[in-house]
């Protein structure tokens, strides 16, 4: 069982910056992958960006080149620094963690952070 905490969300101006972090219980490194996904009001999930075990990451186009993802070991955390938000930003950003245990893949979810951007 992993628990997923996110916080950082909050109410920005467009071409704000915020930075949103995942803190979990068990250590980063026993997880495969942890990826930030968002929803928006009346739409589906979206994948916003995530990052491996090993380090390799992966960026929705809309977010590339405003958006980076860290890890930190150390802390058990995963951070999503994001830049020159946008109204479209605006939406609730969940961390999701998958672990491959003897090959069962398990998949975790945050509770949620709501992040707004306005105009």
């Known amino acids: 069982q992993v628990q997923l905490v996110e916080s950082g969300g909050g109410l920005v101006q467009a071409g704000a910056s915020l930075r949103l972090t995942c803190a979990a219980s068990t250590p980063i490194a026993s997880i495969n992958t942890i990826t930030w996904y968002r929803q928006a009001p009346g739409k589906q999930h979206d994948l916003v960006a995530s990052v491996t075990g090993g380090g390799s990451t992966n960026f929705a186009d809309s977010v590339k080149g405003r958006f980076a993802i860290s890890r930190d070991d150390a802390k058990r955390t995963v951070s999503l620094q994001m830049n020159s938000l946008k109204p479209e930003d605006t939406a609730v950003y969940y961390c999701?963690?998958?672990?491959?245990?003897?090959?069962?893949?398990?998949?975790?979810w945050g509770q949620g952070t709501q992040v707004t951007v306005s105009s």
């Open positions: 999701v963690a998958r672990v491959v245990v003897r090959g069962v893949s398990q998949t975790y």
